[in-house]
């Protein structure tokens, strides 16, 4: 059983930045990496951007490529999720899950946490 916990999450004006984080509190073997994903109201979950543990090897949709950075305490086991030049269209909550491998996160497999809401004001 993988536990995390998100925070970071709030109202911020469109152009602004919010740093997300997620804390591993238990852990698994094989958890080898760790995503973000968001759902904004009435839309599926879509990926955001991923990372592994061991080399901090990263990869991002083309939709935050620039703006958005994920990055990760290996000591902490914490990943963060850095955004920038937030827009209206980022309002959503973000869930950040761990498990194998980045390509298995990105098919929705693993270990979720509660999410946290990001609302961007135009």
């Known amino acids: 059983q993988v536990n995390m916990i998100e925070s970071g999450g709030g109202l911020v004006e469109a152009g602004g930045s919010l740093r997300l984080s997620c804390a591993e509190t238990?852990?698994?073997?094989?958890?080898?990496?760790m995503a973000w994903f968001r759902q904004a109201p009435g839309k599926g979950r879509e990926y955001v951007a991923g990372?592994?543990?061991?080399?901090?090897?990263?990869d991002y949709a083309d939709t935050v490529k620039g703006r958005f950075t994920i990055s990760r305490d290996n000591a902490k086991r914490t990943g963060f999720l850095q955004m920038s030049s937030l827009n209206p269209e980022d309002t959503a909550v973000y869930y950040c899950?761990?498990?194998?491998?980045?390509?298995?996160?990105?098919?929705?497999?693993?270990?979720w946490g509660q999410g946290t809401q990001v609302t961007v004001s135009s």
């Open positions: 899950v761990t498990g194998t491998t980045i390509p298995t996160l990105k098919a929705g497999r693993g270990s």
């Open positions: 238990k852990r698994t073997f094989g958890s080898a990496a």
């Open positions: 990372f592994r543990w061991r080399d901090g090897g990263t």
